[in-house]
């Protein structure tokens, strides 16, 4: 029975060892792995840029190295050789990094397996959980909680708040007639402190976690439609129904829509950010490190930045699975499976014989179809013919000016009355003319509400100057509806030509 016990104990923890996690803490750069990823990811940056990763990681690389850190007093190795993106190529390959694309450019995310690793290890080299009263009081709360929610008895549920009610009352009772909260001093506030980011710094790693599955459920979906072992119609109920509730197909998307249900109400989080400022600016944080309290002010941050990472992932694997199913073809899947066959073929067939300075032309253009011959003839036995010749249609004048009347403006008939205008005035030494005046006294031919347009246009090219008041017109369109326009008051210069005909009229 020993033998037995042992051997599915070492099973376990050869299984155990196997994961990504523990992996880390237990390779042979586990601190400088633990050092970089804890400095280049935090809780307010959770993706990092590809290309801003490697600078970063590399400068950190070179500054160990200047350091001295590159050899322990054994003469071990301590940090990895090679550049920022092969240490980076091997963490994701390890499944300590994700690469991912969001938006426009390629980033790192920390995977749950590295956010865990990182969690163990900033508990090891900081304070050490101790049992307290407030650790105990959560663990009784808990169970308290717990059988209270299991138990369906409701005599059992009415005794409970019953007692519950009267211990508040008694409080109640108790501050009315002495007027006194009982104080609780600084190493118990501490304490609590302390528990709460003992609890808090295992909420990144359940996010990642939950995260990860969504996205691990997601490429199974998208897997096994692409097999298309199925008829379509069972498929696509199936998977929109999974795409629908991606939530509820996991048991860590579960949990944490049960959570969600609690830190998902606007009210309860100001609720928590108010508490959180309450606590901060009691004297007892003094004894806590800078790092600790800005931790415990980024508490409500944190659950925030966790649930809007959860959700969208739930809205891309939903919008994953959906364009999936409604663009899958499976004709077109095989000959893509195919090609991607032949090429992996291609690789390996080049790669044993290739150096790392050969050379691949690129496929510069696409090949030519080889056809042999294409038809010239669609076994039409009539000759072709040409088109048959415009007939006349009678006169078009009226058709024609009718075109023009809805037409643009009438340049010509405006400068004609505009000559004409200025010639009236000859006699008065105003060398202007106001556009509005001018506008009303031309005949209804020339006052569509294009031809005010018009005018406006000949005024601005003998240099049109505003007089800051409003100017109103009414203007008759080419069916005879008439509509009035407001505009800026406009007035312009004679025509140069009018002008010195008027001078020589005066000579003579």
Sequence with gaps: MSDT????????????????MLDLLHGRFAPFVVAVLSVTFTSERAAVPVADAHAEIGDMLDQLRAAGYAEGEAGEVL????TARDVCRQWVRAGWLLRQIEGVEEVYRLSAHAVGALEVAGRASGSRARVSESRVRTLLETVERLALDADPDVLTRVARLTEEIAQRRAEIARLDRTGVVDTVDDDTLLEQAENILHLTRELPADFARVVESIRAMQRDVVTDLRQDVRPAGEVLREYLQRGKDVMAATPEGKAFAGALRMIGDPRRLDDLATNLRTVLRHRFTRQMSPPERAELAAVGRRIEAGVAEVLAAQQTASHVITTQVRTH??????????????????????????????VVEPLRRLPNA????????????????????????????????????????????LEAHLDAYAAARATTDDDSFDVA????????????????????????????????????????????????????????????????????????
Excluded: C
Aim: aromatic share 6%.
């Design 5 to 20: 016990r042992v051997e599915a104990a070492y099973a376990g923890a050869l299984a155990a060892f196997r994961n990504p």
């Design 79 to 82: 940090l990895p050789v090679g």
């Design 329 to 358: 073809d499976p004709a077109r899947d095989r000959q893509v499976d195919d090609l991607l066959r032949d090429v992996m073929s291609g690789f390996q067939a080049w790669m044993p014989d290739s150096r790392a300075s050969d």
């Design 370 to 413: 080889n056809l042999a011959h294409l038809r010239q003839s669609l076994s039409e036995l009539r000759p072709p013919e040409p088109p048959e010749a415009l007939t006349q249609r009678g006169d078009l004048t009226g058709a024609v000016e009718d075109t023009r009347a809805w037409g643009g403006p009438s340049y010509r008939a």
């Design 437 to 508: 005046e001018v506008f009303e006294a031309a005949p209804e031919e020339i006052r569509r509400p294009v031809d005010l347009l018009g005018l406006l246009e000949i005024a601005h090219r003998l240099g049109m100057s505003e007089t800051g008041e409003i100017s109103t017109v009414e203007a008759v369109r080419a069916d005879g509806v008439r509509r009035s326009f407001a505009f800026g008051a406009v007035t312009a210069p004679m025509k140069a030509s009018m002008t010195n005909e008027n001078d020589e009229d005066d000579d003579d």
